[in-house]
């Protein structure tokens, strides 16, 4: 169980009313990953971190943490977690909070009253310790929710739309735990709506649609050569753009602005001199990579929100 993934499914199924909201998961994530789990809302996201967690239970397949059944209540001492929609105790105060979930811990007082602190100083909580929680913003209580999450020093942490209350600041702060927590061998499960967090803090990320996993990549495999360029131009006819197709995909004309897909830099100017073979004035060229909203929308599709 020692050197086990910390999360590992084969062909994990929940079904609810004869209609399969996950289908197939089987997935391995490694110690000290940041993975990142994607997909439109309805893509069967929160169903999967359930059934990871043993909140509901897997209508076929199976899985394990750290080498354990789903259902090992022993297993739950080596994780952390933080619900999308979590509903905290309102009327205790920050400190008290943390002690209480120190308590279900069964962490040493003598140990969490020491650890309480760091802890709120980490998510910029410090003046707040007394404060009840019915006073926090949204934002706030998020980020105690964090803290929560990582009070037993977890070995792996599941964050559900962690970053999804917070102001850019606190976005920061979110990440830089998370990179800490990386970097000290503590694997993190992460589902984010916010793409742009996913892109600095992932290794690796899963695209989830209709229940189904339909791709699994490193972050820099994803990236890697994949190139969106526009170009202002005129003179463009259906048949030169049609020729692009040799070198280029996700082909779309606006006026006098083309934009295009391209794997690699090698091919762009073997497009330039295409065009100006075929009488076509080229104003500019812009290549950039793609970002990973871009691939997003073009591994899931654009319908439905994160």
């Not at 609810?16 to 197939?24: E, F, N, Q, T």
């Not at 008290?96 to 910029?124: Q, T, W």
């Not at 003046?127 to 980020?143: I, V």
């Not at 070198?247 to 602005?257: A, F, N, Q, V, Y």
Request: charge should be negative.
């Amino acid at each position: 169980m020692g050197s086990a993934p910390p999360i590992q499914t084969f062909s994990l199924c929940k079904e609810y009313g004869g209609k399969l909201a996950v289908k197939d998961l089987t997935l391995t994530i490694e110690r000290g990953e940041v993975f990142g789990f994607l997909g439109p809302n309805g893509a069967g996201k929160t169903t999967s971190v359930k059934m990871l967690l043993n909140l509901i239970a897997p209508t076929s397949g199976e899985g394990s943490l750290f080498g354990a059944p789903l259902d090992n209540v022993n297993i739950r001492t080596k994780i952390g977690f933080l619900p999308e929609h979590f509903r905290f105790h309102g009327w205790l105060r920050a400190n008290e909070f943390l002690l209480l979930h120190s308590d279900l811990y069964r962490i040493p007082r003598d140990v969490s009253k020491a650890r309480i602190p760091e802890l709120l100083d980490l998510v910029g909580l410090s003046r707040h310790a007394d404060k009840k929680l019915n006073t926090f913003s949204k934002g706030m209580l998020q980020r105690i929710g964090l803290a929560q999450s990582i009070l037993n020093n977890p070995e792996l942490v599941i964050l559900d739309e962690p970053t999804s209350g917070l102001d850019p600041v606190g976005r920061r702060l979110v990440r830089d735990i998370i990179k800490e927590l990386s970097q000290r061998s503590t694997t993190v499960f992460l589902n984010s709506h916010f793409l742009s967090e996913v892109e600095v803090t992932c290794n690796r990320v899963a695209f989830i649609k209709s229940g189904e996993i339909v791709k699994i990549s490193n972050l820099n495999d994803l990236f890697e050569g994949t190139l969106q360029v526009e170009l202002k131009a005129t003179n463009l006819n259906p048949e030169t753009i049609s020729g692009l197709s040799q070198w280029c995909t996700d082909i779309h004309l606006e006026g006098s602005r083309l934009t295009f897909q391209v794997i690699g830099e090698s091919k762009l100017p073997l497009i330039n001199r295409y065009l100006v073979e075929n009488d076509v004035e080229v104003f500019s060229l812009k290549p950039q990579q793609l970002s990973l909203e871009d691939l997003f929308i073009q591994i899931v599709g654009s319908e439905g929100e994160l």
